[in-house]
């Protein structure tokens, strides 16, 4: 084992630094082991400490930092560290290795812009291909046209049976050598055409080779931008010990790159015979190999679209409930068994079902949310169970519902405590019978998505005052995990404060640097009745509204400064602005004698502000 640290961004992008001198050290200051010189990284940001000297494994400890520590994108305070972890400090992106085998990216060779006139070294021939005038002559040789042709169709069948882009070059490169007596060779792809960064391709004759083949950029360069052969025989006086083929991959839209072929003495130059069977042959590997470029760049888009859409939501914490929620999703997610989650308000049983969804086999299948409180009674059955066309007055066409468009996904019931009674009946017995029938319908359609369900509400006092039907009850809990409430898990606040922080930050497009020591300690002691809803919403109230990189206090909304302004050092302004609201609401309801109502409508404001004044000023109900 050999770990290691690479940086694949930032201003350190391409360093290796090997775990020699554990533990490793990473800041802002240079006497850390990894001196990073960006603002928003702290003095001693984290280090890198083997966990035990029997283990050699590794883990990441956050030292404090302001702007926090992720990996794998996710917050961390301590973390043991796995092969292939990534780790974000700031700006600068690393990647964590062990294993010997790894790969290293190879950098990417940056082509110059320049003329064929402006290329230095030995001279090169540039060959025009020509179509020819008419048929061939009898007298050409009939073995060698009947080779290439049988080449041609080898090649042709090849490349249209593979999808993959590094084997079809691997494959390519084969078959062009049982023609061209070529030693090495190589696809050249111009992966980025506003950086012109190169993706290489290689291959030899030498199954045993050590060496990578060698490319001549001007070459590659001269052939790209004319798209047109060129040429290089080899000549030890001028410093060229290669014969050197270069030929463009000229495709539909653009050329895509270039095939490069070297052959050493005492082999002969390349032939013209040579040049027009590749020039076919490149005609026909470039059409495939933009398509299957264009094919691997869309699927990669349509991935970053899905995550957007349904992100894989990791339970963001580290304290002992947030590790019980974790272990709870691992073990269920592989089941298809109903999950009920109950929870309060804001505590995130969406992001549990998410998580359980993305952890399980149905991971790429839909899933679908639907929030049972928030839609018309009249229109529930309609969007569980979809419509037939002329169901109902206005029912223009057939209407898929939840549940068929759930497919073999998962199903979110959240709010299933305020379903009508009604609902019920018919929800239990799609979970029955796993089947349904559209409204105005009369042909059973398989419902065959899992089904998970939340609720905020006690299910068990619903069933005492039948609110809630106790065989559905039955049916939903058959297994049950409870989200704890924040305030229960405190611990975890700092780092969702970051990742909510570097969320915002990202979205709005505002640099971040971290959260000050009075800030965080505002959000530790308060008492987050709307839970980790209301903590994103406070951390992105400060995002937007903040004029700095850091989140200050007073950035945090009022009712935070209300309720704690007198543990902030020095907050002369909040204090005299909050003894004021105290002064006034006091005088009001003394005047009131108590009756809030009263009070409210003498100070112009609505009774529930009045009361929540008195509870974050800590006024009692009975003041007079």
């Keep these: 084992m050999n770990p290691r640290l690479l940086a694949i961004s930032g201003s350190t992008s391409g360093v290796r630094r090997e775990l020699i001198d554990a533990p490793l050290t990473i800041g802002r200051l240079e006497t850390n082991q990894l001196c990073l010189n960006d603002p928003t990284v702290s003095r001693t940001h984290c280090t890198i400490k083997p966990i035990s000297e029997q283990s050699g494994q590794y883990e990441l400890v956050d030292l404090g930092s302001r702007s926090g520590t992720f990996v794998n994108g996710m917050p961390v305070l301590r973390r043991a560290l796995d092969d292939g972890d990534t780790i974000r400090i700031g700006a600068a992106d690393f990647l964590f290795l062990t294993r010997e085998s790894d790969a290293l990216p ?24 020509k179509p020819p005038a008419g048929l061939p002559a009898f007298s050409i040789e009939v073995g060698r046209m009947a080779r290439d042709l049988a080449a041609l169709f080898r090649i042709s069948s090849v490349i249209n049976s593979i999808r993959d882009s590094q084997l079809l070059q691997r494959e390519l490169l084969q078959l062009i050598f049982e023609v061209v007596p070529a030693d090495e060779g190589a696809v050249v792809l111009l992966t980025d055409f506003e950086e012109e960064t190169l993706d290489i391709c290689s291959w030899t004759r030498q199954s045993d080779a050590a060496t990578a083949i060698e490319i001549q950029r001007d070459l590659v360069h001269q052939a790209f931008w004319e798209r047109t052969p060129i040429t290089r025989s080899a000549d030890p006086q001028s410093g060229s010990s290669h014969n050197i083929l270069c030929l463009p991959l000229v495709a539909i839209e653009r050329t895509i790159g270039v095939l490069y072929l070297t052959s050493a003495p005492p082999a002969p130059p390349f032939l013209e015979e040579h040049i027009n069977f590749l020039d076919s042959v490149s005609r026909i590997a470039a059409v495939t190999l933009e398509n299957i470029l264009a094919l691997d760049s869309l699927r990669t888009e349509n991935s970053q679209l899905k995550k957007q859409l349904n992100p894989v939501t990791n339970l963001v914490g580290e304290s002992r409930q947030i590790r019980q929620v974790s272990e709870f999703v691992s073990r269920v997610a592989q089941s298809d068994s109903t999950v009920l989650i109950r929870g309060e308000s804001g505590t995130g049983k969406e992001v549990v079902a998410r998580s359980i969804h993305q952890s399980s086999p149905r991971s790429e299948r839909p899933f679908i949310a639907i929030n049972c409180a928030a839609i018309p009674e009249t229109l529930l059955e309609s969007e569980l169970f979809g419509h037939e066309k002329g169901a109902y ?55 065959r998505a899992r089904v998970l369900a939340a609720t905020n509400k006690n299910l068990e006092q619903a069933i005492k005052s039948n609110e809630f039907r106790q065989d559905l009850y039955y049916r939903l809990n058959v297994v049950s995990v409870a989200v704890p409430p924040l305030r229960e898990h405190g611990e975890d606040i700092p780092l969702l404060a970051l990742f909510f922080a570097s969320k915002y ?43 700095t990189d850091e989140i200050l206090a007073e950035d945090l909304p009022n009712v935070i400064l209300e309720e704690q302004s007198s543990k902030l050092a020095g907050a002369k302004y909040h204090d005299v602005l909050n003894q004021s609201k105290k002064d006034l609401l006091v005088n009001a309801l003394r005047e009131a004698k108590g009756n809030y109502p009263e009070a409210a409508r003498s100070l112009g404001i609505h009774p529930k502000y009045l009361h929540r004044l008195a509870r974050n000023l800590n006024l009692k109900s009975d003041s007079t």
Excluded: C
Aim: zero cysteines; glycine letters at 10%; proline letters at 7%.
């Design 393 to 447: 007055t206005g029912a223009l066409g057939m209407r898929k519902g939840k549940l068929e468009a759930a497919e073999d996904g998962t199903l979110f019931l959240d709010e299933i405590g305020e379903l009508a009674p009604p609902m019920q009946a018919k929800l239990l017995r799609v979970l029955q019978q796993r089947e349904f029938e559209r409204v105005g319908g009369t042909h059973s359609v398989a419902f």
């Design 106 to 129: 190879v950098p990417a060779l940056p082509i110059p812009r320049r003329r064929a006139s402006d290329l230095s070294g030995p001279s090169s021939q540039t060959t025009h291909i």
């Design 505 to 547: 930050a990202a979205k709005n497009k505002r640099p971040f640097k971290g959260i000050s020591s009075e800030a965080r300690s505002l959000l530790m002691g308060y008492s987050w009745p709307g839970n980790v809803r209301e903590l994103e919403n406070a951390i992105e109230h400060a995002i937007v509204l903040g004029l």
